[in-house]
């Protein structure tokens, strides 16, 4: 069992603060749960929080692991309150996920492109 969860382990970038946005290159990588998996029905993300900070307004950049639920393959997670009020918490299961800003189509939007382009075709 150890030697499966070790060999599994997520890997995120890891940093706080208004550098987080810029130069993906020279952010920390960390390895989620080294030391313990996850509880059970949870498991580890990438997390990319972007937060106004309280104390100067200033809009800031938070990535880490997190533990999240998961519900049909997708990550339920709720943003933190913690390290200012939340802007924005995408969590993604893969590695390295919460790199820069990225464009999410969901398979509808992109069912939606197709149909547009196909459908006068046929009428």
């Known amino acids: 069992f150890n030697f499966f969860f070790s060999a599994s382990a997520l890997e995120c970038y890891s940093c706080t603060g208004p550098e987080c946005e810029k130069e993906i290159k020279t952010l920390e990588k960390r390895q989620c749960g080294k030391s313990a998996p996850p509880p059970a029905g949870y498991q580890y993300g990438c ?8 104390a100067t307004q200033k809009t800031m950049i938070s990535r880490k692991c997190v533990t999240t639920e998961v519900k049909d393959g997708e990550a339920n997670f709720h943003c933190p309150v913690t390290e200012g009020d939340p802007i924005n918490c995408p969590v993604c299961l ?13 398979l509808l939007a992109v069912t939606g492109v197709i149909l547009a382009f196909v459908a006068p075709k046929f009428l």
């Open 47 to 54: 997390l990319k929080l972007s937060y106004k900070d309280r």
């Open 94 to 106: 893969t590695d390295l996920c919460n790199s820069a800003s990225r464009i999410n189509f969901s």
